[in-house]
């Protein structure tokens, strides 16, 4: 196996002038700091966590539409 010829990373990398990343890629393109996958669930990407923030959205867009129509009433 030629190191050389392995997928590399294109994201664009701070570290490396703006230029392409340039590590090795994963199967979806991008190494592991790019879009690699989480290695360990937790915190923000747990199903509960995703759960919580799609509520959370849920509310906060009723809250501005109610908001709304109540400052339509008001006019
Ligand atoms: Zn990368």
Known sequence: MDFKKLPR???RAK???GLPCRHVALKNGRCHY???KVPVKNGR???LARM???EQRRLI???RNTSLSLEELVK
């Open 61 to 63: 867009t009723t809250m």
């Open 15 to 17: 570290s490396n002038f």
């Open 52 to 54: 919580e923030r799609t």
């Open 34 to 36: 790019h879009g690699g």
């Open 9 to 11: 990373c294109g994201a």
């Open 45 to 47: 990407y747990t199903k």
